[in-house]
């Protein structure tokens, strides 16, 4: 994948229905590219699965232990995960087999110890730790450096209808807050400043801690300060972006192709589909035509360079 040239990626996902089931596509991109993989399932696992691309292995490290400990794995499995002599396993079947034979077979300690690994593995191929996902907040994508989005942390408050006139006008309220604070960011991320940085760190401290007539409201600016980290990351690093638009705009035609002819049934069809849509939007990214794209590699000629190899050195800014 094209992460290694980047400081942050979009992510989300759509439905994705193959051979008659219900599936998902996930979708990982930036200003330089767009990639597209559908699944049967979304989970954390098929994320981290997702990033480490064609690689199969597990791996036992720091950032893998980090990660359970991060998670709650308890001190029991932990400990023998610690204590372990083997850390790299070359396939899915190897890991099960290291589990099942340490006793790590309760789900939860499964799941958060697979997670684990596979994260441990993506940093041992020298996937990048301090790389930012921006997501619309599922859960699957909470990993390494989460920022999440803006404008869908103001869709929960969108969502809410007040059952009078003072429930409306605390309602705006809290929306005219939101929007100044997303401006500020705006403000911030074009000149950082240590007085502005604090200064919008403490309205937006002072924003979730207001206590209104509304208790729905009031329960959504709880919310709200439960993010407080992955909305305000961004004070931290002012190169990534504020809101998650850019992936809901490439899946847009992922999902109008789906709309119009339906779901796949093959899986080489399934593997054109996704392989195609990210062609055409990381082609449309870079300037390509992907017409000339297309026949310059029916045709044999590679006049156009391979896509990855013109994304190296680029790294996003916003």
Sequence with gaps: MLTHHS??????????????????????????????SSTRYKSRINF??????AAVDYTLNDAALDYMRAEKLPHKPLSVIEQSHQTCFDNEEAWKYYLQNNSI??????????????????????????LVIVSDDAGQFDILLHALCWIHADRVFQ????????????????????????YDLKQYKLEPDDPLKSAIAEHFDELCRTKTSFETLNQALKRL???KTELLLVLERPDIPLHNNLSENDIREYVIKRKISGSTRSKDGQLCRDTFVSL???????????????????????????????????????
């Design 225 to 227: 300060a439960r993010n």
């Design 105 to 130: 077979i309760t789900q939860r300690h499964v799941r958060i110890a697979t997670e684990g690994a596979l994260l441990g593995a993506l940093i041992n191929s020298g996937f990048p730790s301090d």
């Design 48 to 53: 981290l699965q997702l990033l480490r691309g």
């Design 280 to 318: 055409k939007k990381t082609c449309l990214k870079q300037g390509i035509s992907f017409w000339d794209f297309i026949n310059d590699r029916i045709s044999k000629r590679n006049l156009i360079p391979y896509l990855p190899e013109l994304l190296k050195g680029k790294v996003c800014a916003v």
């Design 159 to 182: 969502r809410i209808l007040p059952l009078n006139e003072r429930h409306d006008k605390e309602l705006n309220w809290v929306h005219t807050q939101i929007w100044e604070l997303f």
């Design 7 to 36: 400081t942050y990626i979009h992510v989300d996902d759509t439905g994705s229905r193959h051979d008659g089931k219900n599936g998902y596509c996930t979708h990982v991109g930036n200003e330089t590219f767009a990639w597209f």
